[in-house]
């Protein structure tokens, strides 16, 4: 996939790049260098008795829906950090939050099964939190923006995510804690209005 920027098709690894180096998660590397962490992942699960569409629907209806192609590219164009915020914050929702993807894997399921299989997987999360962390605990990029699970099962619809503040605890930075805690409230608040 391309994104047209200033005329040119730019591949979007290369735009995804530019933005990570933008928000201060440039690569580092080490040569010859492999090493192991052990995460222990606390995954939070709200349990609806409502109809799976109107789950899913609260959730969304909290999240912004940005085009995404012209959000990265006025990402790449901020020539400042006041740019940054502007572009981000005119793409969130009422909670801080955006939809970055959103995967039917129900429609997967469907196929092989014949029968209503409802699950959806949404990618949410805001740029400007993401950069937060990333300063501190550059591995908090592998999790963000975090997914919400949201599946229709026997007992109910799950909604469910792995909180931030779970996968950052190993690194031991207390302030990149702090905004997993606070992104994770968030998430929470935007869950439990949409479940109950």
Request: aromatic share 6%.
């Amino acid at each position: 996939m391309a994104i047209r920027i200033l005329g040119y098709l730019v591949p979007a690894s290369v735009v995804a790049s530019l933005v990570a180096c933008w928000l201060g998660a440039a690569p580092t590397r080490e040569a010859h260098r492999v090493a192991t962490r052990q995460v222990n992942v606390e995954r939070f699960t709200a349990i609806s008795s409502k109809p799976f569409k109107e789950v899913e629907s609260k959730i969304e209806s909290g999240v912004g829906h940005p085009d995404m192609a012209a959000l990265l590219f006025k990402i790449a164009a901020a020539k400042n950090q006041a740019d940054l915020d502007s572009a981000v914050n005119s793409a969130v929702g009422p909670t801080g939050l955006m939809q970055f993807n959103k995967f039917d894997l129900g429609e997967v399921l469907r196929k092989e099964s014949g029968n209503n299989a409802q699950a959806v997987r949404l990618l949410v999360g805001n740029p400007l939190i993401m950069k937060q962390m990333v300063k501190l605990v550059p591995d908090a990029g592998s999790y963000a923006p975090v997914t919400i699970l949201i599946d229709q099962r026997g007992d109910g619809v799950h909604v469910c995510y792995d909180t931030m503040a779970s996968f950052l605890a190993p690194y031991g930075n207390k302030q990149a804690l702090e905004v997993a805690r606070n992104l994770d409230a968030k998430l929470e608040d935007l869950i439990k209005a949409a479940a109950f």
